[in-house]
């Protein structure tokens, strides 16, 4: 923080406000693979805090920690910008949509065995990323009958007894 300051002629502490501010600067070592898992409303609603429980137990670490061998770290954030495509992660800033557990385990399996490296390049490579949802899935264009729903929202279709109306 104090050399960043020196070379920005400001202080220490607006440094800090800045770096803990937005979440891609590191203040600790990371993985070869940060693994941002969305559990925020649409995420959460559609199985991202699921698929959180399960990064977790399939990598063997919790949320915000390291694998032993330095692959992976595990991030639990806010909203990502894809929310129509939830439940989704990011691997290196990489979208993944609408994952479900099986398929963050393909991913993972693939990365361990040094494939899709022209996808997926080492945390802190720099590149341009831009996500891509189908136009017929954006914000206010997907078909709701398309989308499955969630399974708390049918589990309580009835108004308990004190909500009706
Ligand atoms: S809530 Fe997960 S991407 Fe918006």
Not at 36 to 44: F, K, L, M
Not at 149 to 157: D, M, Q, R, T, Y
Request: glycine fraction near 8%; hydrophobic fraction near 35%; proline fraction near 6%.
């Amino acid at each position: 923080m104090e050399h960043i300051a020196e070379l920005t002629n400001t202080t220490p502490a607006q440094v800090l406000g800045t770096c803990s501010f937005y979440e891609m600067f590191k203040r600790e070592p990371v993985g070869k693979y940060v693994v941002n898992i969305c559990t925020n409303i649409s995420c959460q609603i559609m199985g991202g805090e699921e698929l959180l429980h399960h990064a977790e137990h399939s990598l063997g670490i919790k949320g915000g920690s390291t694998t032993a061998d330095g692959l992976f770290t595990i991030e639990d954030v806010e909203c990502i910008a894809a929310c129509t495509e939830a439940p989704c992660l990011q691997i290196n800033y990489r979208y993944f949509h609408k994952i479900s557990n099986d398929q963050f385990d393909e991913v993972i399996a693939d990365l361990r065995a040094g494939k899709r490296t022209d996808e997926i390049p080492p945390h802190g490579t720099l590149a341009r990323i831009r996500q891509h949802i189908p136009e017929d899935r954006r914000a206010g264009n997907a078909d709701p009958a398309a989308t499955p729903e969630p399974v708390w929202l049918s589990a309580h279709a009835e108004p308990a007894e004190g909500e009706k109306a």
